[in-house]
């Protein structure tokens, strides 16, 4: 059997490529995802493929920047998925394809463990198959996400309840109306005054932010609604990213005047348009926070579980 092997690569097309042919494929692990932060943050992307002979097992494309005195590689800001992708595995026997998975792990883990003082992956809700990360140590936790199939936006409306129906009717005879757009400044204002109104403080500014949230909409990685009443106020926003046949709930915020069921208006009307598209799939980006959870699952769809998987190496642990 041809054994496994690393090689480094700064070919950004050939990644792009395996992204898209991977069943963990998602706008979060894409180069211009990647490369659009790294101008912001200052931080190298560094791409490793997991090879047997020609053919490719495993990928992975990470942000390496310095913290203090260590380096490290931790999600980003926004970025619901990081970590290992995997290849097609055609015509294999599922206990191979099990052994060569936990390979591409460790070999990747091998990697990274010599470059690097502390890694972090948040992994795609289709790896299911974790204990390769529990045996080599890793801290691992479980996030929750719901995924909405958008075949049918008939089949969704049905399955709303009676409430929510009516929440949305009344939004609409309120006169309340959802746009697209091509402007990030809302959405940054919106992220921040919702951020704050649980008394934290935004992790940048302002201007930093408007400045990121527009180069992903100009790069087509990221898509803004804007839910604006009958003045053409913008009430609340929404950023939603489409890659390869499907929808990430992304970024989202209210303004100062709040309005009982706008929210659920601006999702709707949202999930009606991506349909239109034919976008297939909308993954909600995730539902751990218990306010959160109960608003999105309202919308019907799938509960998804993946996993958080971290290693530090020596005291690095009490530090980052």
């Excluded at 494929?25 to 101008?39: A, G, I, R, V």
């Excluded at 980006?285 to 958080?308: L, T």
Aim: overall charge positive; some cysteine.
């Amino acid at each position: 059997m041809a054994q496994l092997y690393i090689e480094t690569s700064q070919n950004f097309d050939d990644w792009d490529k395996f992204n898209l042919s991977s069943a963990q494929s998602n706008p979060f692990q894409s180069y211009d995802w990647l490369k659009t932060y790294s101008e912001f943050f200052n931080f190298s992307v560094n791409i490793l493929f997991v090879k047997k002979g020609e053919e490719t097992i495993a990928g992975l494309i990470y942000p390496l920047r310095r913290k203090l005195y260590f380096r490290v590689s931790t999600p980003l800001l926004f970025s619901y998925y990081s970590g290992i992708l995997f290849g097609t595995f055609q015509k294999e026997k599922r206990q191979k394809i099990i052994s060569e998975k936990n390979e591409a792990i460790l070999k990747i883990h091998e990697y990274l463990r010599r470059e690097l003082d502390f890694f972090n992956f948040k992994l795609h809700y289709t790896i299911d198959d974790i204990r390769q990360f529990k045996w080599l140590g890793y801290k691992i936790l479980p996030r929750h996400t719901f995924v909405l199939s958008l075949e049918s936006t008939e089949k969704i409306w049905d399955g709303f309840s009676n409430s929510l129906k009516r929440k949305i009717k009344d939004a609409q005879e309120r006169g309340l109306n959802v746009v697209r757009t091509k402007w990030a400044d809302k959405l940054a204002e919106h992220q921040i005054l919702s951020f704050e109104r649980t008394g934290g403080r935004f992790f940048i500014g302002l201007d930093e932010l408007k400045r990121l949230i527009q180069n992903l909409v100009e790069k087509n990685l990221l898509t803004v609604y804007h839910l604006v009443d009958k003045n053409n106020q913008v009430i609340a926003s929404r950023g939603v990213s489409i890659w390869n046949g499907k929808a990430y709930d992304v970024i989202a915020g209210m303004g100062e005047r709040e309005i009982n069921s706008a929210t659920h208006f601006l999702v709707w009307k949202i999930l009606e348009d991506l349909s239109s598209q034919g976008v297939r799939e909308f993954d909600f980006c995730g539902a751990d926070i218990q306010s959160v959870a109960f608003f999105k699952m309202q919308f019907g769809g799938d509960i998804r579980i993946s996993f958080d998987v971290s290693f530090a190496k020596g005291l690095v642990k009490f530090f980052i």
